[in-house]
């Protein structure tokens, strides 16, 4: 039996996308979702509920969609993800859930992510939501560090079990790197708004603009009566390759290229007052999910953007949409390639980047083929404006002084993958701070975990 195609997701066409940041993916009409959802076997066994990191009921909710019970369908989501429309446009389902899924053995898995997006964005969802409602109060308190995605679950999790809940955020929006990482294009803010609304209604309070271990600490939480502490903090510190010329103007680290972008609107300067400055000739050094988000912003600004990766296509480890979207868009791609020095002209502005060949060897502890320079192939390419975007590290500030809470060598915090308990009783953290960096569903399933283990903390606590 020839296996019916994925229906495909309808995007903004090309010419308009590359000079607005408005979204790409324009997400299933009703029919194109019933039509995807028919093409789930309803296995009796699904694999794809295994790929989910946080277990959603996949072929339940489906299922409903088949039915037109759309409102149902959303329920039986948000039993397993308070972030449902957040998921469904940026978890990498490729290799979660869809990549279980058994249809993609012979031919195209079903797009759950299309389908998850599809019953999020439904017009009464809001409705439905607020259907949720929370436990009595317990009379606990928790403090939660950061309001990212592992942050946001941990708060939603503890508020329906019935804790007071206040998220301390160091920015002036909530939201972590959905907020001020990942560009608008690919998940609108509104959204984001939304969702951190829909956790607020569940009678959480966000503080922003409150640094944890700069404005106060953890141990002055504790004093003002707070029964446990969760760090979500994230891991938002540029990685810089080291290499001569790296201080030079014009070189940005994919962060603060992508908060200003993000957070401060710099792409609707002057009505926001933050600019960035994007050259003719930009190169983006790297070949994750950051990379492209930051080439395809500059793109978006004017730029003639080349992506400098030293492994071949098939390594890179953003997700294959994002990349098909970039090179639809006009990105270049270089491959096997790596920077290794800048050159700067008289006023101290970058003008060119001297990059050497690479060719794979033998695979690293990440598994992929080892990038090895090829000596003498060292060649330039133009560039006025450079962002580096090889990574982030965890930003442990808020336990700087903290002695009981331990950090490993790479400055994660030490915590049991399965409950959240740092070394210090009382103190629980995960995504991000624990895991390195990893992804949003990654950081919702730790949070879920870790808050079972603060709720049975704290309603044993004084027992014993
Ligand atoms: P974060 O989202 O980093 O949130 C941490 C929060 O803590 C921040 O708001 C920070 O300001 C705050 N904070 C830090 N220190 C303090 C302090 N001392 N006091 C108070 N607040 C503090 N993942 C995917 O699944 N799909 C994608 O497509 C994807 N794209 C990405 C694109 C970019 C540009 C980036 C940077 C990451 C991307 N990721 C993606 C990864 C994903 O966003 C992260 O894994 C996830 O956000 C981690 O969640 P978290 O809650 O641990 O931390
Ligand atoms: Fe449907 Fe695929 Fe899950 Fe089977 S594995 S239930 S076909 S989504």
Redesign the pocket.
Known sequence: MKLKPQVPMPKRSVEERIRSFSEVALGYSEEEAIAEANRCLQCKVPRCVEGCPVNVDIPAFIKKIRERRFEEALEIILEKNSLPAICGR???QENQCMGRCVLGVKGEPVNIGGLERFVADQKDRMKVRMKVKAAPPTGKKVAV???????LTVAAELAKLGHSVTI????HE?????M???PEF?LPKRIVREEIDYVKSLGVKIETN?????TIRIEELFNLGYDAIFI?????LPRFLGIPGEDLNGIYS?NEF?IRVNLMKAYEFPKYDTPVKVGDKVVVIGGG??AM?SARSALRLGGDVTVVYRRTEEYMPA?RE?VINAKEEGVKFLFLASPIRFIGDEKGNVCKVECIRMKLGEPDESGRRRPIPIKGSEFTIDADTVIVAIG?RP?P??VYGEKDVKLTSHGTIVADPETGKTSRPGVFAA???VTG???????MGGGKRTAWAIHEFLMSKGKS
């Open positions: 940026v978890c990498p560090i950061g309001s990212g995605p592992a942050s301390f955020e160091a920015l909530p939201g972590g790197v959905l001020y990482g990942i690919r409150v640094i944890i271990g700069k979500g903090s994230g891991a938002g994919a992508l999910n950051v988000d997700r994002e982030q930003n500030i808020c995504g991000d701070i960096n990893a992804t949003v569903i990654s950081a």
